[in-house]
């Protein structure tokens, strides 16, 4: 044993080698993925995300990527705080890297540094996707993928909006074009990324061409002229709708093992003190910054995620079934639960007074900008990944 931990350590220098870490980050780091490597079912561990990148600031987290031969059908993320470090393990299946790669995970894989890889599986796909990643045929993948994201949300936005939810209409219409707008960054050959999305957005649309697109898409996210104080107030919202999801999680532990594991393992995550000291660090350095808008779509996009889960849960804990096309309307029934979170909700995405007319118009812009995009989709792909 001792010589095959000696064996897997070597992996972890050699990989780290390629990446410039604090020394704080790396001490702590070459240990936790020592100790992965001696879990059974782990098989391979890279770094990827920020720090992979070299764009990482001190507010940044540590990703990790887990290949994890247990037999799950998803990916999932646990939050470790080790030494004043925060670590997001992202675990993935075995047959995502041994077989059809899904595309949710092309960026992990390009970006990663191997630490640890058992069998050599974790290294030769990302050898693969190395020569992959940038590929017309690739990166058509992945935007079909982040068009489909965009065609639920926007069918919910306009479900929502027939059936009176104006408040779940908006927030709805402006995820669906944030998922498809993912694809413009790609073609640009830029990181998508949580927290420099807006930037990566406005840079990549100047480069195509498609400003009047990125109009559009500040107006539908209402982030135009947004002030510190805004930004401020959504990122201390956050935090009221965190601590009373957390109590809630805290009163039904037992109904969480009963939940879907998707919606447990997000749960889980999100409701750790760890997350929360996480996101309040990031999102203060992102104000701190300037960058007002890119805070508040930070904050927004974490929050409707943490809201979705949190409302299956507490739909569960009811015995009703959640109805995710009224989110708004939904987390304002829940009688078990704390109306603070529909409250803090709505003030943090500025939707306490919508009017139909603002829904409708809202829910247009957007339905029209993805049209617009979706018809120059391949083009845009073939034309301009070759060129980078």
Not at 96 to 110: E, M, R
Not at 232 to 250: A, E, N
Not at 251 to 271: E, Q, W
Not at 347 to 358: G, M, Q, T, Y
Request: aromatic share 8%; glycine share 6%; with cysteine.
């Amino acid at each position: 044993m001792e010589e095959t931990v000696c064996q897997r350590s070597s992996v972890c220098q050699s990989g780290l080698g390629l990446v410039r870490l604090p020394e704080k980050i790396r001490g702590v780091l070459e240990k936790l993925v020592r100790d992965l490597g001696q879990r059974e079912t782990v098989l391979g561990v890279g770094l990827f995300g920020s720090w992979s990148r070299g764009d990482a600031v001190v507010s940044s987290d540590v990703d990790l990527l887990v290949v994890d031969k247990q037999n799950r059908s998803c990916e999932y993320v646990e939050r470790l705080e080790l030494g004043d470090v925060l670590f997001d393990l992202n675990y993935v299946p075995l047959k995502w890297v041994l077989g059809q790669v899904p595309p949710q995970i092309d960026q992990k894989l390009f970006e990663t540094h191997v630490l640890y890889d058992r069998d050599w599986s974790l290294t030769n796909t990302k050898d693969w996707m190395a020569k992959a990643f940038r590929k017309p045929e690739r990166v058509n993948i992945r935007s079909e993928a982040y068009l489909v994201d965009a065609d639920v949300y926007v069918s919910r936005a306009a479900s929502a909006c027939a059936r009176g939810d104006l408040q779940s209409a908006v927030v709805f219409a402006s995820v669906s074009l944030e998922s498809f707008l993912k694809t413009l960054i790609e073609v640009s050959v830029l990181p998508v990324s949580n927290s420099h999305f807006v930037r990566a957005l406005e840079e990549s649309c100047k480069k195509l061409g498609l400003q009047g697109v990125f109009a559009n898409f500040i107006k539908v996210s209402m982030l135009d002229g947004v002030s510190y104080r805004e930004a401020d107030k959504k990122l201390g919202l956050f935090r009221v709708v965190w601590s009373d999801i957390s109590s809630f999680l805290k009163d039904h532990a037992l109904g969480l093992d009963s939940v879907h594991f998707k919606v447990k393992s997000k749960l889980n995550y999100y409701g750790k003190p760890a997350f929360l000291r996480g996101m309040i660090a990031r999102g203060e350095a992102i104000i701190n910054s300037g960058a007002y808008a890119e805070a508040c779509l930070y904050v927004s996009r974490t929050l409707i995620d943490a809201l979705e889960n949190y409302a299956y849960l507490a739909s569960a804990a009811e015995d009703t079934r959640l109805d995710y096309t009224a989110l708004f309307r939904s987390l304002r029934g829940l009688r078990e639960t704390s109306p603070r979170v529909y409250e803090a909700a709505v003030e943090a995405f500025d939707v306490r007074d919508i009017s139909r007319k603002r829904a409708e118009d809202t829910l247009k812009l957007a339905k029209e900008t993805l049209l617009h995009l979706r018809r120059q989709r391949r083009d845009l792909v073939q034309n301009l990944v070759k060129a980078a």
